[in-house]
C-alpha cells in the first residue's frame, strides 16, 4: 500500500481493491465481515483511484 502512496500520491485501501476486482469480475472468497443492515453503503472508489489498481492487476495478472 505504501508503493501506491509513492509512486501516485494517494492511499488505496483494501475495500478500494475489493471493489475493482468484483467489478472486473474477479471473484474473492466469502466475506465474513458483512454490514450489519441491509441499506448501508460505502463510499464508491474514484476513478483515478480505480484506473491505478486495474493497472496494477494486470501486471499480475
Not at 37 to 46: A, H, N, Q, V, W
Request: net charge positive.
Amino acid at each position: 500500500m505504501k508503493r501506491f502512496r509513492k509512486k501516485y500520491g494517494f492511499h488505496v485501501t483494501h475495500l478500494n481493491i475489493a471493489k475493482t476486482k468484483r467489478k472486473c469480475g474477479i471473484i474473492e472468497r466469502q466475506n465474513y465481515n458483512l454490514p450489519k443492515s441491509e441499506d448501508s453503503r460505502s463510499s464508491g472508489t474514484l476513478k483515478a483511484k480505480e484506473d491505478v489498481i486495474i493497472e496494477v492487476l494486470r501486471l499480475f495478472r
